[in-house]
């Protein structure tokens, strides 16, 4: 089929609607369950490449968790440590397949983003991930294939509507691209950039030592964001997205905001949060919302009397400021992409606060001497790509 009708735009009021290949062709895509829209599309397609970029880089099946035609998380698939499998609920299903540890890296590094989210996968979706996929809150998944248990999992999800959309791993786009604003059509070349060593070999900091893990690391921050509404900026750290901040105005504060995803990351790892005695009866998503304003600013909002009882089984400590401090030192060797250069230094000083030790950005600002010597101080590792990375 060239043409999928759906039941309306990116708003209800927004009809009709439609994806469809404009020389006739088939499209690449087949629904085998539920009505995607056009947002899941989006999300799909977006996700689709993003997955399948970071497999032909690293070798390693991926993931990725999408809303709202941004990434809240990606990963591949390295095994999971206790702590992770803990913190990202998966601790119970026991050892989980590669493709399924990807997934639980994307979803879980920033589940309040990730809730209700649209899933890539870069390879054909096995039981393992299947059986993840199925018990949390999401609209629906996009893989080159399905097993016929994965298959069968996820047509029970939602009442048997569940989305669940098949691509052509073979596809190949057409070179040119297009889309309308306003009736006007703007065309332009693909993205086709691929993020190879050679993009990272231009070093410019002091310090030139990038192990191999960080240069995995800087290809799945800048593929990430090369399919991340800009400006951006995203933080990683072994195999996975910890921190990512999209779409905004300002540089800095892409930094910080991504900044901030990546230290409630780390802190959803400190001792007092993987202990806190939640109710038996509480939730994921719940226990994801407690969670995050515990670590927060507003923990009193969960802490006072008549709040605490309703989650935990007794009133858990306060966080303190002085503690979250001393936890947050011990993440180390952060990696950090942009999508576009830094203007200025601050973005260096916010990064060095979430353990970033690994920078790759494009480079070009007047002034790229004080953002170098900046990076110098605290001995990271920079390199300039010298390639900007706008996603609109």
């Known amino acids: 089929m060239n043409e999928i009708q759906l039941k309306y735009g ?46 032909a880089l690293t070798g390693y099946p991926a993931a990725a968790s999408f809303k709202h035609v941004s990434p809240a998380g990606a990963g591949i698939g390295l095994p999971l440590t206790d702590t992770l499998a803990k913190i990202y609920w998966v601790d119970d299903l026991g ?29 054909a979706c096995d039981e393992d ?17 399905y097993t016929k248990e994965a298959l069968a999992l996820l047509m029970e999800k939602k009442k048997g509507s569940y989305n669940i959309i098949q691509i052509d791993a073979a596809y190949k786009p057409n070179p040119i691209e297009r889309k309308q604003v306003y009736g006007v059509t703007f065309e332009q070349g693909r993205n086709e950039l691929s993020v190879d060593d050679d993009l990272l ?29 800009s400006n951006s900026v995203c ?90 401090r001393a936890w947050l030192n011990g993440n180390k060797n952060v990696t ?8 200025f230094s601050d973005n260096i000083e916010r990064a060095y606060k979430s353990g970033v030790k690994y920078i790759a950005q494009p480079g070009g600002s007047v002034r790229d001497d004080l953002v170098i010597e900046c990076c110098d101080r605290y001995d990271m590792v920079m390199a300039f790509t010298g390639i900007r990375l706008f996603h609109h």
């Not at 829209?37 to 497999?55: R, T």
């Open 235 to 324: 933080y990683v750290k072994d195999g996975q997205a910890i921190g990512i901040g999209a779409g905004q105005q300002s540089r800095i504060h892409c930094t910080r905001l991504a900044g901030q995803k990546a230290d409630n990351w780390y802190l959803r790892q400190a001792p007092q949060v993987l202990e806190l005695p939640f109710l038996d009866k509480l939730g994921r998503a719940d226990r994801d919302n407690a969670i995050d304003v515990y670590i927060g600013d507003e923990y009193e909002d969960i802490l006072r009397d008549g709040e605490w009882q309703k989650r935990f089984k007794e009133k858990p400590p306060v966080f303190t400021r002085e503690e979250k």
């Open 336 to 343: 950090l992409g942009s999508d576009a250069f830094f203007p």
């Open 10 to 55: 990116c708003n209800p009021n927004q009809k009709p609607s439609k994806i469809f290949m404009e020389d006739g062709s088939d499209l690449p895509v087949t629904v085998l369950n539920g009505k995607p829209g056009y947002i899941n599309f989006l999300d799909a397609l977006n996700g689709w490449q993003l997955v399948k970029e970071l497999k």
């Open 95 to 123: 050892e989980l397949s590669p493709l399924a540890c990807a997934y639980a890296r994307a979803r879980g590094a920033d589940r309040m983003s990730s809730f209700g989210d649209f899933i890539a996968l870069s390879d």
């Open 201 to 229: 070999s231009n070093i410019v900091t002091n310090n030139k030592e990038l192990p191999s893990s960080a240069k995995t690391d800087m290809q799945i921050a800048l593929v990430t964001l090369k399919y991340t509404q």
């Open 129 to 145: 991930t299947a059986r993840l996929i199925k018990r949390e809150v999401s609209d629906g998944v996009i893989a080159p294939g």
